[in-house]
């Protein structure tokens, strides 16, 4: 089966209507391009679990601080598409941002608070704003009941739930477990930018997360902090620009141990190329 690529939004908008009149439920997975093994398997999951399944590609200016980030960002559309057909995708919306922002890339009005000002926010301020305006948009385009986002941007996760309450949008957030290489390394398409030293050190960052379980028993946030940073910047490759242990929900820092609380570990990671991010659970 031929997949369909959709350029304009108005005629997305005319086929999910119909295809919610027709009962169809819809799956909707937005990337930025770049694809890789992660997000086929957000592609796999809302293939199983809707009828038609919608990935939108658009890099998305608003959410870019620097213009030569956003400049060099992976393009790739043709292997993209060729991907996405070998996953199952249904659709392909494929927009211009004159497509997105018809009246120019105004961000939204909405108030995030706490929660787009640390980690993330504070060394990318207006980022989530950016985040939440093109989702917020493509959510009004693509109508699904279904959205899946991967666990990979945790923070950027745990804000789109809350635009989702925000703005009232009626779809699901599922997020999905994050993929990674055999050594432990996220799967991102920020991976490829990086030198062959750097790669090769890059593994530390999951590594030292994972070697925090042996330490939170004994020791204090702020020291598990530490003893994280400490190791991953034993590679002069790597330098940590923050790791923060949050609660998942708020992402408030935790400053005390609690009993039954799931905590978050959230990571950003310098190289003199791109930027690395990560995270994971603690119970």
């Known amino acids: 089966m031929d997949i369909n690529i959709i350029y304009h939004a108005q005629k997305m908008h005319d086929l999910t209507s119909q295809l919610k009149k027709d009962g169809r439920s819809i799956g909707f997975v937005p990337t930025m391009g770049a ?11 809302a293939k199983a679990e809707n009828d038609i399944v919608v990935c939108s590609i658009f890099v998305n200016p608003t959410q870019f601080n620097d213009p030569k980030d956003l400049e060099n960002y992976p393009r790739m559309p043709e292997m993209d598409i060729a991907l996405l057909k070998s996953a199952g995708a249904d659709i392909v919306f494929l927009p211009t941002p004159s497509e997105i922002y018809p009246n120019g890339p105004q961000l939204l009005a909405i108030s995030l608070g706490f929660m787009e000002e640390t980690m993330e926010g504070a060394f990318r301020p207006g980022h989530f704003r950016g985040v ?6 493509l959510f ?15 923070q950027q996760l745990a804000i789109i739930r809350k635009v989702v309450v925000l703005l009232n949008h009626t779809t699901n957030i599922v997020g999905c477990p994050t993929l990674r290489e055999p050594d432990g390394l996220a799967m991102s ?11 090769k050190a890059a593994p530390l960052i999951y590594k030292a997360m994972e070697m925090a379980k042996e330490f939170i028993p004994h020791h204090s946030p702020a020291a598990v902090i530490e003893l994280v940073k400490r190791y991953i910047q034993k590679s002069s490759y790597l330098s940590v620009q923050y790791f923060e242990l949050v609660n998942p929900d708020t992402l408030e820092d ?7 609380q799931p905590v978050q570990g959230c990571i950003a990671v310098l190289t003199e190329g791109p930027r690395l991010i990560d995270n994971i659970r603690y119970e």
């Open 35 to 45: 694809l890789h093994a992660g997000h086929v398997s957000l592609i796999e999951k």
């Open 132 to 137: 939440a305006t093109v989702v917020n948009r």
């Open 140 to 154: 009004e385009i693509v109508q699904p009941a279904n959205s899946y986002f991967g666990e990979k941007d945790f």
């Open 189 to 199: 398409s920020r991976n490829m930018l990086l030198t062959t030293e750097q790669r």
């Open 254 to 260: 935790i400053s005390n141990w609690e009993e039954g």
